[in-house]
């Protein structure tokens, strides 16, 4: 892989708009019409891939290897999510970004989230590698 030129904090900000599908009911993941915590991160993991792609070669991408995020507020259906991320330290090929979800002025969610960057057929072929091993 070139050398890469992501800029230093590297910052994005998106905006997305909880639909039903987005609830805590709906997921499972609770029983009230809100944004649920996997559609929070859901989001933030959205923000942070889209974020640094433009900056990767060809056949490359990022995979989210952690999230440490807190949910802190609800946010109803309808609601319009700001989500930020930042980009705070780069290893290598190690990305790790400082995320955050807001409803207007109201944080309803931070965090840390790691990404890698891969190149995309070496991964695949790792994991159809990976599925023959386990007969899959």
């Not at 609770?30 to 859901?42: D, F, K, N, Q, R």
């Not at 979800?101 to 995309?120: K, Q, S, T």
Request: hydrophobic share 35%; aromatic share 6%.
């Amino acid at each position: 892989m070139n050398q890469l030129s992501i800029p230093e904090n590297l910052e994005c900000t998106y905006t997305y708009t909880v639909g039903e599908e987005h609830t805590a009911k709906h997921i499972g993941s609770g029983t009230i019409e809100v944004l649920s915590t996997p559609s929070m991160i859901a989001f933030m993991e959205h923000a942070s891939l889209d974020c640094v792609q433009k900056y990767l070669p060809r056949g490359y991408t990022t995979v989210g290897i952690r999230v440490d995020v807190k949910h802190l507020k609800p946010a109803p259906k309808g609601a319009k999510i700001t989500i930020k991320t930042k980009l705070v330290e780069r290893s290598n090929k190690r990305l790790v970004f400082k995320v955050q979800a807001l409803w207007g002025n109201i944080i309803i969610g931070e965090g840390v989230h790691e990404r890698y960057i891969v190149d995309e057929r070496k991964f695949i072929e790792k994991l159809r590698g990976l599925m023959k091993s386990k007969g899959v």
